[in-house]
């Protein structure tokens, strides 16, 4: 068995790699078994550390065989590729474990690049790209290890270099390389794991309150922007079940056909998106949105629909108009108004509306009314809503807890709405967006999920009807984070964030500039799509110039190998004037020929520097010290350690120092 001289480096830069990988993916895996993989990881760094013998290979397969048994009953085969990724993982690990000879090794750092880009799967913020990048850098290293004597920081460095010399080439390729289709893929992973649903529960919705993840980003266009607040619609629900708000099978089969009717006004808003990965289709819109995005379909309510590549950011312009005014069908507004089953709960709130239609008994007076009630009776905004446990749901919160988040009020809203025979539904989506004031655009996030009612008007039209406008305005503004009213409410609702500290300047700016920095990376590299690539070769080559696109392509590429030829062959100072201790040497030998010995070209440097110890007997000491210490490095191989450099700058020094006179 081939052993290697570098083991321990190896051993620490391979457990070092995994464990940060970890690190990236533990939101993806069980607790139980992210601690098997990080239990794995450091039990071989601290046998490396302790030089301690590795587990045999029975125990080592008698492990494996539980946590695959762990891993199967924790996953499961639903999720294909967090399985793939965790069993990829796991097995690298238990590799490392055994591993003694090179062979080994170097099946281990081929399964590492395989291990990194899984990364990827789950996230590709300008944050993971570099830190993967510098694992790249550390698992060149660890390979060229393996065949090599000297130590990591050089192959380290050796490894960088070459990554910044592929670094243009790769821009190159980004830019100029025609964006094809791939031929095949992977499923999607689970992204997004907090989301709007198809069912609207109201504590499904405050439950997005917990989580900071990115949803999109909105580029506000210069001209004819669209104004606040905005109202990004997502999904509607037309069919209530006594609690739960649902898409009706009806709407469902009318969303899966594109429309074919848009708008082209001097009225229409323009803005871009440019969504997060997630596991559901649904884009997010201002009022009726349609885009041209190939990748996006409209649908006839005006909502947008992802079409494949729910694991890819989508980077898709958007025209709005204000909601459609027409008149329901009789179909339509049947769809709109049914309650069924739910007519037979919430008895009070039936009567309350019923009540309040007597003395208004058009659809705009109501809805003046029921604005005025909810702004009159005490009712009040909060993150964290009592659970609501009984079949009148709505009685008891109109009535008795009157604290509740958006769904409650949408929710209460819809349903009295269509007591009284007026059209209305349930809309999900989000609500405002932090504005970053650099560079205009806004980030909307999963706190700020928001559910509000589209009320149908005779003569009006779809109104947006929002009772937490009116009991909490200030939410209308911006994000929910910025509400300084609900600061404490919302900073102890959220999981771990820099959010949480958003008090303290300095890790509010650190917050925004990281968030920055990923918009920028995000809409100029991840955002790179086809029609931004066409858009770019069409402005340095024209219309109709594929030849000159051509040529230039392979002028350039040329010209790359050449430049690399030249590289390759350019003369290069020889090993031993680059090297420390030939440096150290010449420093030496100038000092000789000050001194009256002159250097003789025939000489080798152990010949003259045993000359020089006879010619100056106070510093012979030093000039043999230096010469074992020469032959040892130079001829021997042995390694040039930071101890050796620091000997050599030493008797350098010595031999150099004038010498006391001895009276």
Same mark, same amino acid.
């Given at each position: 068995m081939q052993r290697i001289h570098n083991e321990k480096s190896i051993n620490l830069t391979l457990s070092l790699i995994y464990g940060i990988v970890i690190l990236f993916i533990m939101a993806e895996l069980t607790p139980a078994f992210t601690l098997v993989l990080a239990a794995l990881c450091l039990w071989n760094f601290i046998l490396t550390l302790m030089n301690?013998?590795?587990?045999?290979?029975?125990?080592?397969?008698?492990?494996?065989?539980?946590?695959?048994? *762990? +891993? $199967?009953?924790?996953?499961?085969?639903?999720?294909?590729?967090? =399985?793939?990724?965790?069993? #990829?993982?796991?097995?690298? %690990?238990?590799?490392?474990?055994?591993?003694?000879?090179?062979?080994?090794?170097?099946?281990?750092?081929?399964l590492s690049f395989f291990s990194l880009s899984t990364v990827y799967l789950f996230s590709q913020s300008i944050i993971a790209t570099l830190s993967v990048s510098a694992l790249y850098v550390l698992n060149f290293a660890a390979l060229a290890l393996i065949e090599a004597k000297h130590n990591l920081k050089i192959a380290s460095?050796?490894?960088?270099?070459?990554?910044?010399?592929?670094?243009?080439?790769?821009?190159? *390729? +980004? $830019?100029?390389?025609?964006?094809?289709?791939?031929?095949?893929? =992977?499923?999607?992973?689970? #992204?997004?794991?907090?989301? %709007?649903?198809?069912?609207?529960?109201?504590?499904?919705?405050?439950?997005?309150?917990?989580?900071?993840?990115?949803?999109?980003?909105?580029?506000?266009a210069t001209a004819n922007p669209p104004s606040a607040p905005y109202y990004w619609r997502a999904i509607i629900h037309d069919e209530f079940d006594g609690s739960t708000?649902?898409?009706?099978?009806?709407?469902?089969?009318?969303?899966?056909?594109?429309?074919?009717?848009?708008?082209?006004?001097?009225?229409?808003?323009?803005?871009?998106?440019?969504?997060?990965?997630?596991?559901?289709?649904?884009?997010?819109?201002?009022?009726?949105?349609?885009?041209?995005?190939?990748?996006?379909?409209?649908t006839e309510q005006g909502l947008l629909i992802r079409k494949r590549y729910l694991s890819n950011n989508i980077n898709y312009q958007v025209k709005s108009t204000a909601l459609d005014n027409s008149q329901l069908t009789k179909l339509q507004r049947y769809q709109n108004t049914k309650l069924t089953d739910a007519q037979q709960n919430n008895l009070r709130s039936q009567q309350l509306a019923f009540d309040l239609f007597k003395k208004n008994d058009t659809d705009r007076a109501f809805f003046s009314a029921l604005t005025e009630y909810f702004?009159?009776?005490?009712?009040?905004?909060?993150?964290?809503?009592?659970?609501?446990?009984?079949?009148?749901?709505?009685?008891?919160?109109?009535?008795?807890?009157?604290?509740?988040?958006?769904?409650h009020y949408a929710s209460a809203a819809a349903f009295m709405f269509?007591?009284?025979?007026?059209?209305?539904?349930?809309?999900?989506?989000?609500?405002?967006?932090?504005?970053?004031?650099?560079?205009?655009?806004?980030?909307?996030?999963?706190?700020?999920?928001?559910?509000?009612?589209?009320?149908?008007?005779?003569?009006?039209?779809?109104?947006?009807f929002d009772a937490t406008a009116v009991v909490s305005p200030e939410r209308l503004n911006g994000s929910l984070s910025q509400m300084q009213s609900l600061n404490n409410e919302f900073t102890n609702n959220l999981e771990f964030s820099l959010l949480r500290f958003n008090q303290i300047p300095g890790f509010n700016w650190l917050r925004l500039n990281l968030e920055n920095l990923d918009y920028k990376w995000t809409n100029w590299v991840l955002g790179f799509d086809q029609q931004k690539q066409s858009s770019l070769l069409k402005a340095l080559f024209g219309n109709n110039q594929l030849w000159k696109i051509s040529l230039f392509v392979i002028?350039?590429?040329?010209?790359?190998?050449?430049?690399?030829?030249?590289?390759?062959n350019w003369p290069k100072k020889s090993a031993e004037s680059e090297h420390r201790l030939a440096q150290d040497f010449m420093n030496i030998a100038?000092?000789?020929?000050?001194?009256?010995?002159?250097?003789?070209?025939?000489?080798?440097?152990?010949?003259?520097?045993?000359?020089?110890?006879?010619?100056?007997?106070?510093?012979?000491?030093?000039?043999?010290?230096?010469?074992?210490?020469?032959?040892?490095?130079?001829?021997?191989?042995?390694?040039?350690?930071?101890?050796?450099?620091?000997?050599?700058?030493?008797?350098?020094?010595?031999?150099?120092?004038k010498t006391k006179r001895i009276l």
């Open positions: 301690k013998s590795k587990p045999g290979a029975l125990l080592a397969n008698i492990l494996a065989g539980l946590c695959l048994v *762990l +891993l $199967l009953y924790d996953i499961g085969f639903s999720d294909s590729v967090t =399985l793939f990724v965790a069993m #990829l993982i796991l097995s690298s %690990l238990f590799k490392l474990l055994q591993a003694k000879s090179k062979k080994h090794y170097q099946t281990i750092v081929l460095k050796q490894s960088l270099k070459m990554l910044f010399i592929a670094l243009p080439v790769a821009v190159f *390729l +980004l $830019l100029f390389l025609p964006k094809l289709p791939a031929f095949w893929q =992977l499923p999607g992973p689970k #992204l997004a794991k907090t989301g %709007l649903s198809e069912s609207v529960n109201p504590f499904d919705i405050a439950k997005l309150s917990n989580s900071d993840e990115l949803v999109f980003r909105a580029k506000l708000w649902l898409v009706s099978d009806l709407l469902k089969s009318q969303q899966r056909k594109q429309s074919t009717s848009t708008t082209n006004t001097a009225s229409d808003t323009q803005y871009s998106i440019i969504a997060e990965p997630s596991a559901k289709p649904w884009l997010f819109g201002l009022n009726k949105a349609y885009s041209t995005n190939r990748n996006v379909k409209t702004a009159n009776q005490g009712f009040s905004y909060t993150l964290t809503p009592e659970p609501m446990t009984s079949q009148d749901t709505i009685d008891e919160f109109m009535f008795s807890n009157k604290r509740g988040f958006c769904g269509r007591a009284v025979g007026i059209p209305a539904r349930v809309v999900s989506g989000y609500l405002g967006g932090e504005l970053n004031e650099k560079d205009d655009y806004l980030s909307v996030y999963q706190y700020d999920a928001h559910a509000w009612v589209e009320v149908h008007i005779a003569d009006e039209g779809w109104q947006i002028l350039t590429v040329i010209g790359i190998f050449i430049v690399y030829f030249i590289y390759l100038n000092w000789c020929d000050k001194n009256g010995l002159n250097h003789a070209d025939n000489l080798t440097p152990q010949q003259y520097l045993r000359q020089a110890s006879e010619h100056f007997p106070e510093k012979k000491s030093y000039l043999l010290q230096f010469a074992q210490l020469y032959s040892d490095v130079r001829y021997k191989g042995d390694e040039f350690t930071e101890q050796r450099k620091k000997h050599s700058h030493d008797l350098v020094k010595l031999i150099k120092a």
